[in-house]
């Protein structure tokens, strides 16, 4: 029914900038949630940010201040702008639209 395709991540290092895209097709982005989640090797899956129907925006605490959020309606796309990026950001990254979930890009953060 739709398909979530992440892109952008790469290696980084720290203190350096990486913006993910999540594009959709199928199901345009407008008047819904859209979510960015990572999961780091041997780790649980754990939520990052959130961008409301509204265009309201949530982020966990660990990135907040450093991880942006935003939507392009007319381009059916989410980006999240991630900044002063730390090793522990290292993690496979996820958009999620309702049930549905993209592949995930890698993001990897250098010391």
């Known amino acids: 029914q739709v398909q979530l395709v992440e892109s952008g991540g790469g290696l980084v290092q720290a203190g350096g900038s990486l913006r993910l895209s999540c594009a959709a097709s199928?199901?345009?982005?407008?008047?819904?949630?859209v979510n960015w989640f990572r999961q780091a090797p041997g780790k649980e899956r754990e939520f990052v940010a959130q961008?409301?129907?509204?265009?309201?925006?949530y982020y966990a605490g660990s990135v907040k201040g450093r991880f942006t959020i935003s939507r392009d309606t007319a381009k059916n796309t989410v980006y999240l702008q991630m900044n002063s990026l730390k090793p522990e950001d290292t993690a496979v990254y996820y958009c999620?639209?309702?049930?549905?979930w993209g592949t995930g890009t890698l993001v990897t953060v250098s010391s």
């Open positions: 999620h639209v309702g049930p549905d």
């Open positions: 199928g199901r345009t982005f407008s008047m819904t949630i």
């Open positions: 961008i409301g129907s509204t265009g309201g925006t």
